[in-house]
């Protein structure tokens, strides 16, 4: 279980407000209207379509509101517990569940509908298909279930512009050509080269540049 913590440093925490909706509006406007408690949620979608961003921008709002949050995903310790107090209880990654992780989310299920707190949770897979225990695949789908799109270009760019923009970077178009048309559109892993792009611009000193690029990637991949 991971407790979400408070923004510090330059990296905000995911937010309703910096989610970019395109083709996955109505999954937004139901997590931000949400009356907890409710029907539990349950989002899917291949990696870089926002599941794990909308958990976290819930979490968030809930706890500005201060309710407390329990956060599970698939890797962590078991047993899981539900703590007092709770309001919300997430789980990320549901598909990659193994055997002792699916029995400690059950038993989560079970103690959320008896205390009346709130389940949202995501995966990859819909419910029908997730190669989980069958108790547990059916309360995945019990209550909303939004199936999630990966952004399309046009919002790709947008999503990648507004980040360089926050850390005042200069991201020129050839840069942004050369990261869609080299790297996979999966907006979670071109964040992520990003922020790469941005410590080794700034320990070199240099613009951000697509030879700069070339040569960060060259030397990752000379210590790898």
């Avoid at 990659?96 to 008896?114: I, M, S």
């Avoid at 949202?120 to 695949?137: I, N, T, Y």
């Avoid at 080269?193 to 070339?214: G, H, Q, Y």
Wanted: hydrophobic share 45%.
């Amino acid at each position: 279980m991971k407790q979400i913590p408070l923004a510090i440093g330059p990296d905000p925490l995911p937010t309703f407000d910096s989610f970019l909706p395109g083709a996955n509006a109505a999954a937004l406007e139901h997590l931000r209207r949400l009356a907890m408690p409710a029907s539990p949620v349950y989002l899917w979608g291949p990696s870089g379509s926002g599941k794990t961003h909308l958990l976290r921008a819930l979490a968030h709002a809930c706890q500005q509101g201060g309710q407390r949050v329990g956060w599970f995903e698939a890797g962590d310790a078991t047993p899981w517990a539900m703590a007092p107090g709770w309001s919300l209880i997430v789980i990320d990654r549901c598909d990659e569940l193994d055997a002792a992780a699916q029995q400690a989310a059950f038993a989560l299920f079970v103690e959320a509908a008896t205390e009346g707190v709130q389940v949202a949770a995501a995966g990859r897979l819909p419910p029908v298909d997730l190669p989980l225990r069958d108790d547990l695949r059916t309360r995945l789908g019990w209550g909303h279930v939004f199936a999630l799109q990966p952004p399309a270009e046009a919002e790709t760019r947008a999503a990648l512009r507004r980040e360089a923009d926050r850390r005042g970077i200069f991201l020129s178009d050839d840069v942004m050509d050369h990261l869609l048309t080299r790297f996979p559109r999966d907006l979670k892993h071109l964040m992520a080269l990003l922020d790469r792009l941005d410590e080794f611009a700034l320990s070199r000193a240099r613009a951000v540049t697509v030879p700069l690029l070339r040569t960060m990637l060259a030397e990752e991949g000379a210590a790898s």
